[in-house]
T-cell receptor, first 113, second 113 residues
Framework: GESVGLHLPTLSVQEGDNSIINCAYS??????FIWYKQESGKGPQFIID?????DKRQGQRVTVLLNKTVKHLSLQIAATQPGDSAVYFC????????????FGRGTSLIVHP | SQTIHQWPATLVQPVGSPLSLECTVE??????LYWYRQAAGRGLQLLFY??????ISSEVPQNLSASRPQDRQFILSSKKLLLSDSGFYLC????????????FGPGTRLTVT
């Protein structure tokens, strides 16, 4: 099937810096895109989503950007904190698939104090 | 508020033994329920999902099965475990028409020896 992938498996940043996690997708029919955060030994936690008719959405310290032309999604975390250290998954949903997300492999974000 | 429980948290089972993992959701009615498996350093693989009592959809053919005996209870089973069944098993729920926004349980770490 079609896949969701991530450019970088590991991202290391200094505390206070901004982090950008990228994701490429291939299913042009996908209409919801989601970012999840998974801390070590825990289940993933929903962070933010964006619909395909938008190109930007902001949350608390996080911003998701969607570029449908190049099928690219990114998660920006402002003023990264040690508590942001986790694996971040992007996921896409296809309305033909009952909106069940297809998850990418994940990017490990390491925040150095 | 809604909560999702999974047990046990960890499990070590010999090859060929049976398996039963339980998941329950509180604080919501008629949830969609999901079972995922996560191999080390990998993304989430959808195993089963359910939109109602007794309604189970299987995504990956294997020696696992799922049942939903009650509205907020989801069980993952196997009659005979294989070494390849080792992994981190996650249960999740979503509201009926927003499957892209999933809420995950704490997971069960299964090691088959």
């Amino acid at each position: 099937g079609e896949s969701v992938g991530l450019h970088l498996p590991t991202l290391s940043v200094q505390e206070g810096d901004n982090s950008i996690i990228n994701c490429a997708y291939s299913n042009s029919a996908s209409d919801y895109f989601i970012w999840y955060k998974q801390e070590s030994g825990k289940g993933p936690q929903f962070i933010i989503d964006i619909r395909s008719n938008m190109d930007k959405r902001q949350g608390q310290r996080v911003t998701v950007l969607l570029n449908k032309t190049v099928k690219h999604l990114s998660l920006q975390i402002a003023a990264t904190q040690p508590g942001d250290s986790a694996v971040y998954f992007c996921a896409e949903t296809d309305p033909r698939g009952s909106y069940i997300p297809t998850f990418g492999r994940g990017t490990s974000l390491i925040v150095h104090p | 508020s809604q909560t999702i429980h999974q047990w046990p948290a960890t499990l070590v089972q010999p090859v060929g033994s049976p398996l039963s993992l339980e998941c329950t959701v509180e604080g919501t009615s008629n949830p969609n329920l999901y079972w995922y498996r996560q191999a080390a350093g990998r993304g989430l693989q959808l195993l089963f999902y359910s939109v109602g009592i007794g309604q189970i959809s299987s995504e990956v053919p294997q020696n696992l099965s799922a049942s939903r005996p009650q509205d907020r209870q989801f069980i993952l089973s196997s009659k005979k475990l294989l070494l390849s069944d080792s992994g981190f098993y996650l249960c999740a729920w979503s509201r009926m028409f927003t499957g892209y926004e999933q809420y995950f349980g704490p997971g069960t770490r299964l090691t088959v020896t």
